[in-house]
């Protein structure tokens, strides 16, 4: 939001209270021209790290706008999975540890979404898929959305041992063999970690309803297949 008020801003609109949680906008206005760069999606590259990850592959991704990284890469580094900063490209190397650090005292380590620049909630999913694949215990609590966690059934058909404690809150064991599975995406987030689960996993998966992983992930199937994933579109039936 901030990005685009200042893109208005610069074309002549009147907005005032940018980084605020109350914007006012001043209106007729008459916008000029300008040119804007558009700022990498940190979602995307999260997702693409847990890929990364559960995959053990090595993997460089362009322009990722590492300034903006800092507490998604901490999130995966609790996971034992480490990224390298060249430019603005992010660099995850294929030989990670993979092992879930304990808290202090030997306690179990927990993960949580808060509200940006913290941990975001859009991650938790891909985040409990990549945790599945490590060594370790760890609490996931996704403190901001209802519903989010009721994916990790599709999970634990597939072979992850997690224990879903209540709506917010999952236990996941790891490392776990996952196998393929029919599933069902009931949103894009759910969708795109049931996709890397499928893509670590032995045999073939099946997602139905995939289309919405592509409202958060143009062309996914190609951009995955051309990183050497095997991914077939079945179109849907008239």
């Known amino acids: 939001m901030q990005d685009l008020a200042n893109f208005l801003i610069a074309l002549g609109a009147r907005i005032e209270g940018v980084g605020t949680n109350t914007i ?15 700022q990498p999606d940190h979602i995307e590259v999260g997702s693409l790290i847990g890929l990364a990850a559960v995959t053990r592959s090595p993997l460089r991704i362009a322009r990722a706008g590492v300034e903006h990284l800092r507490s998604i890469r901490m999130g995966f580094e609790r996971l034992g999975i480490v990224c390298g900063v060249e430019g603005d490209d992010l660099v995850v190397p294929s030989n990670q540890t993979m092992k879930i650090h304990d808290d202090f005292g030997g306690h179990v380590p927990k993960l949580e979404d808060q509200p940006w620049p913290a941990f975001p909630a859009d991650l938790m999913s891909i985040a409990i898929v990549t945790a599945t694949q490590c060594d ?4 996931m609590h996704e403190k901001m959305f209802e519903s989010r966690m009721f994916f990790v059934d599709n999970l634990i058909a597939m072979g992850g041992r997690i224990v879903l404690c209540d709506p917010h809150r999952a236990i996941v064991a790891g490392p776990s063999r996952l196998r393929g599975a029919p599933m069902n995406s009931p949103d894009i987030r759910a969708g795109m970690a049931m996709l890397l689960a499928a893509v670590c996993a032995n045999g073939t998966s099946t997602i139905n309803n995939a289309d919405q992983i592509e409202r958060g992930y143009e062309r996914i199937d190609e951009r995955l297949n051309a990183l050497g994933a095997k991914i077939k579109r079945i179109p849907a039936r008239s």
């Open 136 to 139: 370790g215990v760890i609490l």
């Open 24 to 38: 006012i906008v001043h209106g007729p206005a008459t916008l000029g021209s300008t040119s804007f760069a558009i």
